[in-house]
């Protein structure tokens, strides 16, 4: 099997001004494509060249003789979940079931919104903010590099791409802006509630 790279669930320009065309053309076309091109070349004429990419992920973490292919597989998955995290005239309070869930779990949605930032912000070096579920509970979790929550049993939910590349042409060094932008202009709430439905 040959990955392809996942076509953007929006037009490169759609996230703007709060995520640039020139920032998406990038990370989309450059940065996830890489990852796509090296996991192809890594799994061309070994054994997992007919598995799935979750399975893919799942069989190379935690193997010292395969990092490389680990970073590439579980950064294609990263960031085709990333791209749909977003959508335009997204962020703000979630509704529904989800609010109710974040409310729960975090005493409110700014709580939330608090802890979801310091999360993000203070990943040292590059790495990934992420909501998740772990056994029926909602938790906030960073991830540093590659690493996937479904590595450690825990089901992704939301996540934003805290290396330097995802933000530095439209915010430089600025990522707490970055990580604030994205929660309230960026964050699509019903592909977390998908998320959170299929998780059940
Ligand atoms: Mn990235």
């Known amino acids: 099997m040959t990955f392809n790279l996942p076509s953007l669930p929006y037009a490169e320009d759609a996230l703007e001004p709060y995520y640039s ?12 494509k890489a990852y ?9 004429g070994t054994e997992l060249e007919s598995k ?45 079931e989800l609010a109710r869930r974040i409310d729960q779990a975090f005493g409110s949605y700014e709580k939330f919104a608090e802890q979801f930032k310091a999360t993000a ?19 906030l ?7 996937t929550p479904m590595t450690k049993g825990q089901t992704a939910l939301l996540t934003v791409d805290v290396w330097e ?22 964050v699509d709430w019903d592909f977390v509630t998908e998320n959170l439905a299929r998780a059940k």
Not at 74 to 89: D, L, P
Not at 165 to 185: G, T
Request: aromatic content about 12%; overall charge neutral; hydrophobic content about 40%.
């Open 165 to 186: 590349h995802a933000y530095y042409l439209d915010y430089q060094n600025r990522r707490p802006d970055f990580v604030q932008a994205f929660l309230d202009h960026l």
């Open 121 to 139: 912000v203070g990943r040292f070096g590059s790495g990934w903010g992420w909501l998740v579920l772990e056994r029926d509970a909602l938790k």
């Open 52 to 96: 799935g990419l979750e399975e893919i992920i799942l069989a190379a973490a935690g193997d010292p003789a395969r990092v490389g292919l680990f970073n590439n597989a579980a950064q294609v998955w990263n960031h085709t979940f990333f791209w749909h995290c977003m959508k335009s005239g997204g962020g703000g309070k979630p509704a529904g």
């Open 21 to 32: 065309a020139k920032t998406i053309s990038f990370h989309h076309g450059k940065h996830h």
């Open 141 to 147: 979790v960073s991830t540093p590099n590659a690493e």
């Open 36 to 44: 796509v091109d090296n996991l192809n070349k890594l799994i061309a």
